[in-house]
């Protein structure tokens, strides 16, 4: 059998496997009836209801025939990585991991580490620049949210500002 | 004289010095960031969420309100300008609109675009005036069975006039209820999908969703495209006054458009981009006078019109938010959010238990776009020279506005990961051809629908018969089913996807 609509085909495998899981992971939970629902009742319904939906997705894909196959494509690895890593790294030196005593570093330093990694995502990354707009938006962020705007943020590193 | 009452209370509130300055403001910074390309409404809406919180509810609301229609509006803009539509519901307004600016024309566009806008604005906002009211009568009429089928209404228009494949916007809905549904049962207390983990425990947060699909998903999407070349016409942009010819014929379009806007707007599913559609569809069945040039090269009307429209349909899509606190489209599932947020649960009750508020805010829809008026068409210059600004300076901008935003949402840095996890969802279902739009409203609906079925099935004695043998409710799924197979029939699928593909 030949897929004729990757995108679609894939699509509804994914509808298919989390309706699934999530009617499976549903009967874990009290059904009830319907005239007393469980707290597993309409959890299951709607799992099902994507398996359902997932199936016949993939049915079409299978059958139906498309122009080019609808290709999936390369995955933009670069930017994927980079703005969800600058995301990241964000959280990380903003507050830390106190679990793992890891100290925070504070909005300021987070606001270069996010500026600097996003960046990476573009080709025309150059870190000049990075560094130039990260000091903007440090200086404008710490105007606006902590200034003007009082939000508990904090900005300097745990260990500075104690 | 009801009407004029609600009014004259309403801008008593609006008139304020404070609430005049907050919606000053959220025009403005929602056209700032709504003039961005790729940068809708919605991930406007998300990305400022957290600005509101500090302020009292009424407040905040205003200011929303002004971020909607200023992001609305800086779309526009970058349509008629760049070529590139901020939002779905300007891709009509490039086809004319960037013809018009490669002719020299761009003021007279970006002019009747904003007066137009206006138009509709005054009109929409005394719709909502006159039809809230006697929808927040039948409101009270509505019980569990009617609720549940009204959702389930809402949910199917608002796929059958999205565009892409019916079945997969269906198993978004679908996945955005399963989504909806993590978190603390109301009923039980019972812990449902939040696999141990404490932060899950109230539920995924609505915010980071919408921020990691539509902020990081789109942002990701956009650089893996090769940089498109982005000619800006910022040189032609001189005399804003649309002629006296070009006023008698953009007049009819706006009426028009304001029209269908208006009523396509209260539909579930409708507001803006049916509405833009609609009415460029409309304006291009109407015969052209003398001397007009035809579509696709640059007619005023088809500007006009669909600027009209989509501005009447963000107005009038309030209606069915704030009188029976079901959202007809994503933007207003995330005000939903935020009226929550402020503790007040949108509803027939707002509208007597909260006065202030709801026409408060009524008024404030006027005042905003008078504001846009005022506000886009001497600042125009400045929104041009932002959209010279290359993209490599604006996604860092962007992504740290997310991830801060995000942050201080909750100041709760679990949500800093969820965001990061919902951007990958975002690009992967940007990679499937799938919409995330319906998902968020699925996500918003679920717990409600759940509660709705409970209650209705609890007196009916499990009886399902119910949702069908209450005259109202029975109504509401017969016109979900009637929605879905008009939708199937053959003639009508190749219309609707004619109506998407030929840009």
Known sequence: MKIKNEKDFFAGLLFLVLGTGYA????????????????????LLVGVLLAVIGALVMFKALVIETEGGARIGAWAWRPLVFILGGNLLFGLLLVGLPAWHVPGMGLVVAIYGLVVVAGMASSEFRLRDALL?????AAGCYVVFVRALNMTLPVWPDFIAG | MELINHLALG????????????????C??????????GIGPLATIAMLLPVTYALPPVAALIMLAGIYYGAQYGGSTTAILVNLPGEVSSVVTTIDGYQMA??????????SAAIGSFIAGCVGTVVLAAFAPPLTKLAFQFGAAE?????????IGAVVLASGSLLKAIGMIVLGLMLGLVGTDVNSGVVRFAFDVTDLTDGIDFVPIAMGIFGYGEIIANLSRPAEHREVFTSKVSGLMPTAEDFRRMLPAVLRGTALGSVLGILPGGGAVLSSFASYTLEKKTRLREGELPFGQGNIRGVAGPESANNAGAQTSFIPMLTLGIPPNPVMALMIGAMTIHNIQPGPLVMSGNPELFWGLVASMWIGNLMLVVLNLPLVGIWIRLLTVPYRWLFPSIVLFCALGVYTNNNNQFDIWTVAAFGFIGYLFHKLELEAAPLLLGLILGPM?????????LLSRGDWGVLFTRPLSAGLLIASALLVAVVLLPAVSKKREEAFVQE
């Open chain 2, 449 to 457: 629908m759940e509660e709705y079925l409970r209650r209705a099935l």
């Open chain 2, 147 to 155: 609720y549940f089928s009204l959702m389930v209404l809402g949910l």
């Open chain 2, 11 to 26: 801008f008593g509130v609006a008139f304020t010095w404070q609430n005049l300055v907050y919606c000053f403001v959220g």
């Open chain 1, 24 to 43: 499976w992971g549903a009967t874990g939970y009290a059904l009830g009836s319907a005239a007393n629902m469980g707290p597993g009742y309409f959890p």
């Open chain 2, 28 to 37: 403005f910074l929602g056209t700032l960031i709504g003039v961005l390309p």
């Open chain 1, 133 to 137: 707009l990260a000091s903007v938006l």
């Open chain 2, 102 to 111: 490669r002719r020299g024309r761009a003021g007279p566009a970006l002019a």
